[in-house]
């Protein structure tokens, strides 16, 4: 049977909220918004929304609140055909949000929501959903569910990316380690891969013996590193652009090299593509303002090296 | 021509973020939120909805962000069939937003977002639609175009009432008098009256002078007050409930008080009625959570009173 669909992420959505204000409110006191806007986020998100764009057929496995469904997000995803029938609905509690604020000395603080992604941790893994799809790429969400997608995803022999990002904290080292061996690709900024090796006291070598046949560093405008069994140490520069909001840029990274490694890309052309997918989205504030078309960073990259 | 619909809201529609933490974060840091309730709100919004639960035909006239329609709030109008025909959409800005966060030790920061709010101020108030209801109820929004809208009403000969509510500060005392002039009737709680009172110089039978025919002065769970040309002054004791929540109690007694005062009833028993309207209200957090049929306030107004 040929596998239909590409790429399924596991992980959040997330509404963000990116705020100004001229200063911070004291206890009790209370300030007006300059500028609010209401972006899409969320790393499995990001991650299926990019894919789609560059026309990969994607999935996304989220835990949400049922007032997501039919929202502007929701139908912003379903605009681009990405299969959503696996979602994770929760009846209590709402989408994870995060609320930004930054005042006039470019200080932030910033407000966090975990709130529907508290489903994820008893959810079961839809087997047949996963069974679709290529890839079965692990962003941030909830490390116990991500785990157990990894093993069904491992058992189906489908490719499995792994993206811990930011949450690496919420992992065990135990926890770390099984998702890791479960994984044919690991993603990681130059933090996160440092901070991996020192909680499991390996080096890059060690890392792959455990699972991964490939590692991928990414350190933003230095470019990235992949390391692999059979090529060794590649280095790819990337493509500098003026970042007005780098975030979500890793997330579009590892939409971008999926696409083309799925269909037989070496892992430099991957690469090469996947910097020229980010350095679209951190022109625009927002991880799915400026989600390239495949042409458009085909042309780019192109260009570039 | 009878006049088919009862009551048009102009006003804010708004969304309110009920947010606790352990504790606030400082600059550059980041707090979980423990709990995050999006709840409906706007004080033109909440009359607008309070009164069509009471069986009104009500309509609402507010300006609201693009993503608004279809959104949850949006089907919960419609559900109880409030005419959202006039509401005016900005192309740029979200609907109006507050950001409530209280700490552990129940100190309180918030942040207000005018948004899409800022179209009122060149929107054509909409004379057809206004000719279609008996009352047109001029809740916290744009002074100005409040202000316009008094006027359009009045020359429609429509029942015009006015709540500045906590927008007084925004109102010059020029056009506060301007308003208040093309109002039948004024409501305010007692802070409110007493700085309408002082900034204009004028004692309450010298503001009835100004135009409204009456004055209704609520005071919490000490009751209200009317103020009439005909019947001199009444006082009403409150139906007192354990408030959970006292947010949107005076836009809810508003629209109970309207309800039956357009329908015939005196002014006594039209604040009786209003006061076990917003004796609901308050018992659940929110503004539009727990608002009660004509039976359910019916029925608790004659077993108190």
Not at 69 to 76: E, G, M, P, T
Not at 126 to 149: I, M, Q, Y
Not at 154 to 177: C, I, N, W
Not at 247 to 259: E, K, M, N, P
């Amino acid at each position: 049977m040929s596998i239909k669909k590409d790429l399924l992420a596991v992980g959040h959505t997330a509404l963000d909220y990116i705020i100004t204000v001229d200063e911070f409110p004291k206890a009790n006191n209370s300030a007006p918004m300059k500028t609010m806007k209401n972006l899409n986020g969320g790393a499995a998100a990001n991650v299926a929304m990019v894919g789609a764009k560059l026309g990969m057929k994607t999935g996304l496995l989220s835990a949400v609140g049922c007032e997501f469904i039919n929202s502007h997000y929701h139908k912003d995803m379903e605009k681009l055909g990405i299969d959503t029938d696996a979602m994770i609905i929760s009846e209590d509690e709402n989408t994870s949000t995060a609320f930004v604020m930054t005042n006039n000395n470019q200080d932030q603080i910033s407000y966090f929501y975990w709130g529907a992604a508290k489903e994820f941790h008893d959810g079961v893994v839809p087997r047949d959903k996963l069974k679709e799809f290529k890839v079965v790429h692990l962003a941030t969400g909830d490390p116990h569910f991500n785990c157990k997608s990894g093993i069904v995803a491992k058992e189906e022999e489908r490719l499995v990316s792994f993206d811990p990002g930011q949450d690496l904290g919420m992992y065990s080292p135990k926890k770390l380690k099984e998702v890791i061996s479960n994984s044919n690709i690991l993603f990681g900024n130059h933090h996160e891969i440092k901070r991996i090796q020192d909680s499991l006291g390996v080096d890059i070598n060690d890392l792959m013996d455990l699972g991964p046949e490939i590692v991928i560093k990414t350190c933003g405008k230095e470019g990235s590193f992949i390391y692999s069994i059979d090529e060794g140490k590649i280095e790819i520069d990337s493509i500098y652009r003026p970042a007005v909001d780098p975030t979500g840029a890793g997330d579009s990274f590892r939409s971008g090299f999926l696409s083309q490694f799925i269909n037989g890309a070496s892992l430099e052309e991957s690469a090469k593509f996947a910097s020229s997918v980010s350095s679209f989205v951190v022109e625009k504030q927002g991880c799915q303002t400026n989600m390239p078309s495949y042409d458009e960073a085909y042309n780019r990259m192109i260009d570039f090296y």
